[in-house]
Every structure is written in C-alpha cells, then in structure tokens.
C-alpha cells in the first residue's frame, strides 16, 4: 500500500504562514477524498479540513477564513495563514486511495508533521 508523504511543517511566530504538502509515496490511479487532521498537545485527534475529489471543501470553525485546502493532481496542500498559538500540533495528511483501476479502495495516513507557533 502506498504510503502518504508530509512536508513544510516548522516553527513560526504568530500571525506568520506556512503550507503543508502531501503525496503519495508511489503512483497511484486515483486519490478520493483527502484531508488533514491535527493533533494539539493533550488532545485528540481532530478534522482541519477536507477536499473532495471534486474540490468540495469543509473546514472546522477555528480555521474558517485562515487556512485553504487545495490539490492538484495527487499532492494536497494546505495553506495556514494568520497563525495562532492553538494551531500549534502535529498535522496528519488522510486520503482514500484507489492503487489501480481494477483494485478497491483504501485509507492511508502520513506520519505527521510537527506545525509549532510561538513568539
């Protein structure tokens, strides 16, 4: 199974930006619905937002109007702006993945990446 791949997490100040990227490790046929989660410390697991493989997207209400998630091709990038202390996490990319036209489908995780704000 492929694996999904994270970059651009990072230390930044408040009310700075960063952009998270994710693909997969390997070529596949088709990536369904993607999205991202963090996990705050001492907290669980939560949705940030998701895209579908149409381009619908949602989001949680502590990101609305700061954070935009897009994708081209296979890669899916979220773009943080006006970032808060309380976004600080580990940020986990999601997609359903489909490996080839003549397989099922599948739901794969990235290892994470460290997203810290603080002055």
């Known amino acids: 199974q492929e694996q999904l791949v994270e970059s651009g997490g990072g230390l930044v100040q408040p009310g700075g930006s960063l952009r998270l990227s994710c693909a997969p490790s390997?070529?596949?046929?088709?990536?369904?619905?993607m999205g991202w989660y963090r996990r705050a410390p001492g907290k669980q697991r939560e949705l940030v937002a998701r895209?579908?493989?149409?381009?619908t997207t949602t989001y949680t209400d502590s990101v609305q109007g700061r954070f935009t998630i897009s994708r081209h091709l296979n890669t899916m990038y979220l773009q943080m702006n006006s970032l808060k202390p309380e976004d600080t996490g580990v940020y986990y990319c999601?997609?359903?993945?489909?490996?080839?036209?003549?397989?099922?489908?599948?739901?794969?995780w990235g290892q994470g990446t460290q997203v810290t704000v603080s002055s």
């Open positions: 895209i579908s493989e149409g381009g």
């Open positions: 999601y997609a359903v993945i489909q490996k080839t036209y003549y397989t099922g489908t599948y739901d794969s």
């Open positions: 390997g070529v596949v046929f088709s990536l369904h619905v």
